[in-house]
């Protein structure tokens, strides 16, 4: 169990997620030189971790920004401007794919599902075999809504169609398998670029983008001679990750120490036990919040292990509800776009502890019985507890 002493407030929400003392002892050491072999040292490290996790065929790049460089580095150095893809998007975050391309003058078509749900896999088919697709874009998890895309479906379908498939992983790599040399489908098909962020189920502060290409998106690369960016280039990356002393552009320095120590954590835990956990926090935290009368958006078969978007029971009102638990140290997010006022969002993810998990039910129970509903707190840590067992 990770340390958390220096947490003094319970911030259960999708990213980001509570940081373990391990980690903000990492960030809050001296600030070497980016030069200097302790520092270097961590920075192979990190690289080398992240793709252990990933079990990238390719090449790792950790680039100091968040969740939406790694979006932008994804994309820009797989898809040319005038080059099309097919965004399948299940929220808020998977519709992000659209600006960002159109902002790069790619050509983007959609596909969206209904909030909640996941697209339906034969529309993503019909719309592909229009042809000329680049590159697919999967949200795994979107954050919006805590629904899971499919990618045993969907990676063979955008696979067979040609394109590349790229992953958005910020709510979901290390806390949900992702496996770059894994094939999916019968004949073997591999994701692409699996992309992250440093702070959601990883663990650690805001402020590491990670992508991971495997070989057909770097020989993407490799075919364009110029791209239309400088900082987002893979290029100009590419000879500091294969040898960290060297200078592109000053890599954050407590950052990647922070990343390192929160990677080592991940990788002790070993993969397959986290996986389980995120599975078991999921479902524990979605019977519990039951108790109350709270559901979630989206159906079991579909949710995500790593956060929950739960509509509110008539007559609890979000705004005095989330305050009320913000004074107690309780930090839950609201939902986004049309959910906003309806639902909440929760996080259980990364460093999160069962006292962590339990304390926020006890508090959520408490809270909706001040706010003059019934609820009953010791049976939903009942319930809670019963699934983490
Ligand atoms: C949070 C999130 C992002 C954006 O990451 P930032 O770190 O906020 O830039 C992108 N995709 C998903 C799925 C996310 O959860």
Request: glycine content about 10%.
């Amino acid at each position: 169990m990770p340390g958390m002493s220096k947490n003094k407030e319970l911030l259960m929400i999708p990213g980001p997620t509570p940081v373990a003392d391990e980690i903000y002892d990492a960030l809050a050491g001296e600030t070497y030189a980016h030069t200097d072999p302790r520092f270097v040292q961590n920075f192979k490290e990190a690289l080398e971790l992240t793709s252990a996790m990933l079990g990238c065929p390719g090449e790792v790049y950790l680039v100091c920004g968040t969740g939406t460089l790694a979006m932008e580095i994804a994309l820009i150095n797989t898809v040319k401007p005038g080059e099309k893809i097919l965004v399948i998007s299940q929220g808020f975050f998977g519709d992000r794919f659209i600006q960002l391309g159109q902002a790069f003058g790619i050509q983007v078509e959609h596909i969206k599902s209904q909030w909640g749900e996941q697209v339906d896999p034969q529309e993503v088919k019909k719309i592909l075999a229009t042809g000329g697709f680049k590159a697919a874009t999967i949200t795994h998890v979107d954050t919006s809504t805590g629904v899971i895309a499919d990618l045993e479906t969907l990676v063979p379908i955008i696979k067979d169609s040609g394109a590349l498939v790229i992953l958005d992983g910020v709510c979901a790599t290390a806390a949900v398998d992702e496996d770059m040399s894994r094939p999916y489908g019968a004949k073997g098909y591999l994701l692409d670029v699996v992309l992250t962020g440093s702070q959601k189920a990883i663990g650690c502060p805001p402020g590491m983008a990670v992508v991971a290409f495997g070989e057909q998106a770097l020989a993407s690369r490799a075919a364009m001679t110029t791209i239309p960016a400088y900082y987002a280039d893979i290029v100009l990356w590419r000879p500091v990750m294969q040898d960290p002393t060297k200078y592109f552009a000053t890599p954050a320095v407590n950052m990647v120490n922070a990343y390192h120590a929160a990677m080592k954590m991940v990788m002790a835990e070993g993969l397959p036990a986290r996986y389980q956990r995120h599975l078991k926090y999921g479902r524990a935290v979605r019977a519990a919040l039951a108790v109350y009368g709270m559901k979630a958006i989206a159906t079991e078969a579909v949710a995500a292990p790593t956060l929950s978007c739960i509509l509110y029971p008539p007559g609890v009102e979000d705004a005095p509800f989330r305050k009320a638990l913000a004074g107690k140290g309780l930090v839950l997010a609201g939902a986004l776009a049309a959910l906003a006022g309806k639902a909440f969002r929760i996080g259980h993810m990364g460093n999160t502890t069962p006292e962590m998990l339990t304390s926020t039910i006890k508090i959520i129970g408490e809270t909706l019985q001040e706010l003059g509903h019934t609820a009953d707190p010791a049976q939903a840590v009942a319930v809670l507890q019963e699934h983490l067992a």
